[in-house]
């Protein structure tokens, strides 16, 4: 059975940090860029953050850049993002998702290259 699955998420104060995990079963794993995404209500899914197929790229949205770190550990088919000093509009659900075969996270910013998407792990950030 494929399945993507983030957990993680939870209330958080500002200025706080929280860690998302994406563990994935079923599915190849190591040789695909994987990323993760938000999405607010009301507004379109975004690019958070990206990392390739070789861990040896790793993309930034802009209003996460310097505040986020991304992980693959390709052994136990997961991927961790961290995102620290959260703020309020950090808000949303998040989810993972894996890219192209082989990729470099050349167009992580757009959800269309990407699939097996997961249910996602709400992050609520409160001021």
């Known amino acids: 059975q494929m399945q993507v699955e983030e957990s993680g998420g939870g209330l958080v104060q500002a200025g706080g940090s929280v860690t998302l995990s994406c563990t994935v079963s079923?599915?190849?794993?190591?040789?695909?860029?994987w990323g993760w995404f938000r999405q607010a209500p009301g507004k379109e899914r975004e690019g958070v953050s990206c990392?390739?197929?070789?861990?040896?790229?790793?993309e930034f949205g802009h209003s996460v850049k310097g505040r986020v770190t991304i992980d693959r550990d390709d052994a136990k088919k997961t991927v961790t993002l961290q995102l620290n000093d959260l703020q309020p509009e950090d808000t949303a659900m998040y989810f993972c998702?894996?890219?192209?075969?082989?990729?470099?996270?050349?167009?992580?910013?757009?959800?269309?290259?990407?699939?097996?998407w997961g249910r996602g792990t709400q992050v609520t950030v409160s001021s």
């Open positions: 998702a894996r890219g192209p075969l082989y990729d470099s996270c050349s167009e992580f910013l757009s959800p269309d290259p990407y699939e097996h």
């Open positions: 079923g599915l190849t794993f190591g040789v695909y860029t």
């Open positions: 990392i390739n197929y070789n861990g040896r790229v790793r």
